[in-house]
């Protein structure tokens, strides 16, 4: 499934959904850990506040085409994924 949709969890990434076959990525790197920023001088520690709501955010898919049985999909593998935390 395509583009993402924003999701944030207690305390994990990603609670077994790639598992259950619903794709789902780090929503965003913390801006300051990326190449270019770190060839700067940043490092993890320097925000963490991004860094903490970046571990704990996931992109979920989402986009205008997504069946409704695929929503459905979706919706269901995630309630079940969250009742296993």
């Given amino acids: ?32 850990l990326q190449p270019f920023y ?14 903490k709501i970046s571990a704990r955010t996931i992109a979920l898919p989402f986009y205008n085409r997504l069946a409704e049985k695929d929503q459905d999909l979706v919706v269901e593998r995630l309630k079940a994924a969250l009742a296993r935390l």
């Fill in 38 to 51: 770190r060839d700067l001088g940043y490092k993890p520690g320097d925000f963490p506040v991004c860094e």
């Fill in 1 to 32: 499934m395509g583009c993402r949709g924003l999701y944030r969890l207690g305390g994990r990434r990603e609670p077994g959904l790639r598992r259950d076959g619903i794709g789902c990525n780090n929503y965003f790197t913390p801006i300051h």
